[in-house]
């Protein structure tokens, strides 16, 4: 079945430096990356996802990169402010037009530093 | 629109008891997940709906626990004979199917917090 590996575990940048996170996964078919983004206590939400028909996405400060012959995903955070510190899960999943089974990521938690 | 709403928000159980939790997708949403969160852990896949399809079940950690789904609407986890070891956060997600591969994004539900004394 589908695997994904995060890594780091934990990560902490000063503000306005960038930040890395980085997803393997195991399953070749898988064709479908979003990232969520929780914080204490609170529900996870996306916010930013990509296809596999796509190497790079952006949105303002974020960023996704794909590579899919080696099967990983990045996650990209430039100028990070303290209000980015959150745990940032990656996932994966077979994407159609039901959906698919999507599988996560140990989880990352970022820390900024003001 | 309203998002996914889960139920109870809290439960405090004993050791032994049964307990459901539910949630209420967002309408339209065909598919619907279950994820088990333990305190500072990841997100663990537990079931997969999709539409009138058998579930996924491939995730349920033991026969002690088990899902259900009527149609496209309310979902309901059972756990049997609760353990310690099954506090965590029970998170619900659903997703909208699209149409030429395009299945909509997962949202999340707040989640209910169990806790087995």
């Known amino acids: 079945g589908e695997n994904v590996e995060q890594h780091p575990s934990t990560l902490s940048v000063q503000e306005g430096d960038s930040a890395v996170i980085k997803c393997t996964y195991s399953d070749s078919a898988s064709n479908y990356f979003p990232w969520y983004k929780q914080e204490l206590g609170k529900r996870p939400q996306l916010i930013i996802d990509?296809?596999?028909?796509?190497g790079e996405k952006k949105d303002q400060r974020i960023a996704v990169t794909l590579n899919k012959t080696a099967k990983h995903f990045s996650l990209h955070i430039t100028e990070t402010q303290p209000e980015d510190s959150a745990v940032y899960f990656c996932?994966?999943?077979?994407?159609?037009?039901?959906?698919?089974?999507?599988?996560f990521g140990q989880g990352t938690e970022l820390s900024v530093k003001p | 629109g309203a998002g996914v709403s889960q139920s109870p928000s809290n439960k405090v159980t004993e050791k032994g008891k049964d307990v459901e939790l539910r949630c209420d997708p967002i309408?339209?949403?065909?598919?619907l997940y279950w994820y088990r969160q333990r305190l500072g852990q990841g997100l663990e896949f537990l079931i997969y709906f999709q539409g009138n399809s058998a579930p996924d079940k491939s995730g349920l950690p033991s026969d002690r626990f088990s899902a259900e789904r009527t149609g496209e609407s309310v979902s309901t986890l059972t756990i049997q004979r609760t353990q310690q070891e099954d506090s965590a956060v029970y998170l619900c997600?659903?997703?909208?199917?699209?149409?030429?591969?395009?299945?909509?994004?997962?949202?999340f539900g707040p989640g209910t917090r169990l806790t087995v004394l």
């Open positions: 309408s339209g949403h065909t598919a």
């Open positions: 996932a994966a999943s077979i994407k159609n037009n039901q959906g698919g089974k999507l599988i």
């Open positions: 990509i296809r596999s028909n796509v």
């Open positions: 997600a659903s997703r909208l199917a699209g149409g030429g591969g395009r299945a909509g994004s997962p949202f």
